[in-house]
């Protein structure tokens, strides 16, 4: 079929506003979080993987305040002797299911890379790079458009990917058997990517496509002690005191807020000679990274709770391997929109609770240690949406 140059100028003239219509989305896009996205979890600046350990995760959270592996309490990392290093992988795979439409989807993490050293006989200073807020997800539409009297199909999809990471230098002392503290400096970086694609179907359309980059920086202190009471009972404090946080998109600052602050304890109790229950609390101001967007996209504080255990489990191949459960619920940092009468993005809480366990295997005559987790997290909000996933986790800990 010939075309007419009247519908060619239509196409033309078409395709330069459908260009600027993915710049314009892009450039919005990194002045505020989408309130639209294809997941409950990744709203707003990202997911908070939660800097915990594979082995704390799998007994809900609640030992890593007592764990040097994980990066909440620095007062930990007395324990992290001797030298050593700690790798993690998590993957993540997601369904949501939002009204009558649903979709899967898997996120590739590795949230904790860790190591640390003795300094003198009652020092450890150690290095953690864990991630802070995730923002990896991804949606599609389908959709057509009449230009010029023809009927234009195309597939348009809004991605991201990118996180914000928490470098802390930590440093811990003993003092005598039964106390330790521990203070870290922290500084915050990353970027988060925003790419806009849309693939006509129709011959004659390019693909329209926009990427845009916001970059993070920011600091924070942290501050801890972990007490052994008693034979039985151990107690662990934490606490941080968030800086500045700023984004960046090129060399120009695009929003200005600061770290949340956060604080938390945790118990410990070993009452039987084989068994461990641990119980754990934290609260996060992360109200505090509101004036970051211009959107009505808020931000909550919230609470994070777990509770979960580690007993001595079946021997296999001539090892004792640890059997570990627990259950962790929290609130997520960052609402997920609702279409209202009065406020358009009105944002509610999203809730996870998660379930899990685990186990570890020794590794090169006790040289190493290898955790495996497995979590299912169940999200919702006051909102037409579901989301359920599961996480698996792998850890590996490596001593000279």
Known sequence: MNTSPFTRHVRVASRALGAVCVCAVGLALLARPAAAQGTLAGQGFGYPPGQVSARSAAAGSSLADFDPFSATNPAALAAFVPSGVYFQYSPEFRHVDAGDASGSSSVVRFPLVAGATPIGTH???GLALSTFLDRTWGTEVSGSELVGGDQVDFDESLTSKGAISDIRLGAAWSIGPNVSVGVGGHLL????????????????????????????SGTALSGGALVRISRL?????????????????????????DVPDS????????????????????????????????S????????????????????????????????????????????????PVASVRVRETTVGGGTSLSLAGGR???????ERASRSADIDAREHAWIFGMGIALRP
Do not use: C, K
């Not at 970086?189 to 993070?216: A, C, I, K």
């Not at 609390?281 to 990274?289: I, N, R, V």
């Open 296 to 343: 009505n996209l808020e931000a909550f504080d919230s609470w994070d709770y777990g509770v979960g255990t580690e007993v001595q489990g079946p021997t296999v191949l001539g090892q004792r391997l640890p059997l570990r459960l627990g259950v962790r619920y929290r609130t997520l940092p960052f609402g997920a929109g609702r279409a209202n009468l009065t406020d």
């Open 263 to 294: 604080y938390g304890g945790s118990v410990e109790y070993i009452g039987w000679s084989v068994a461990t229950i641990a119980v754990r609390a934290t609260h996060t101001q992360w109200s505090s990274m509101q004036s970051l967007t211009t």
């Open 233 to 257: 009972l151990a107690v662990a404090l934490t606490g941080r005191l968030g800086g500045s946080l700023s984004a960046f998109r090129n060399d120009s600052t695009v929003g200005r807020a």
């Open 189 to 216: 970086t990353g970027e988060n990517r925003v790419r806009s694609q849309r693939v006509f179907s129709t011959p004659g359309f390019s693909t329209l496509t926009q990427e845009q980059r916001v970059s993070y």
């Open 368 to 374: 190493g240690t290898l955790d495996l987790t497995l």
């Open 123 to 125: 020092g450890v200073i």
